[in-house]
């Protein structure tokens, strides 16, 4: 039989991987969540003169979530998550028919909101907040108290 200072170091042993285990998976989905949200510390530039009707792939600064930029017209511009709120495909723009197109699914989406209009999605794209600073476009953060839904992801 083996003493049992021996068997409480095993306990002992085993009750820290297991916490330290625990903390670990906490902390990789904590980090997933603010990476997979977008958030931003600061605005940062996407593009500089992009051609009416034209559209601009970049990807938020610190996360892989890939954003696209559309110049709609003369002075308004639509950016957006690239990523399809169904399965996750990247949506393309389409010129022609002034929308997003996902093509996975044949989704559809509004070009200027984002919304959904045909397809299994049922929510749009999420928004990312654009500003424009002379013949240069920036993606601006979001805030603590900003809807999702309603404000967008930057």
């Not at 095993?10 to 916490?19: D, E, I, P, S």
């Not at 699914?105 to 999605?121: L, N």
């Not at 500003?131 to 603590?144: F, I, K, L, N």
Request: charged residues 25%.
């Amino acid at each position: 039989m083996k003493p049992e200072s021996e068997a409480m170091g095993r306990r002992a042993f085993l009750w820290t991987a297991v916490v330290s285990a625990v903390a670990a998976v906490c902390g990789e989905w904590w980090a997933q969540r603010r990476v997979s949200t977008g958030t931003m510390i600061a605005p940062f530039r996407i593009a500089a003169d992009v051609p009416p009707g034209t559209a601009v792939n970049f990807t938020l600064p610190g996360t892989t979530i890939p954003g696209v930029l559309v110049r709609l017209n003369d002075d308004e511009y639509a950016a957006f998550d690239q990523r399809c709120p169904h399965l996750g495909c990247p949506v393309q723009w389409s010129a022609a028919r002034e929308r997003f197109e996902c093509p996975c699914h044949r989704a559809v989406f509004d070009g200027p909101s984002g919304r959904a209009v045909s397809g299994p999605p049922r929510r749009g794209l999420r928004r990312i907040r654009v500003e424009r600073r002379g013949s240069e476009v920036w993606a601006q953060p979001a805030h603590d108290d900003d809807d999702d839904d309603e404000e967008g992801i930057a």
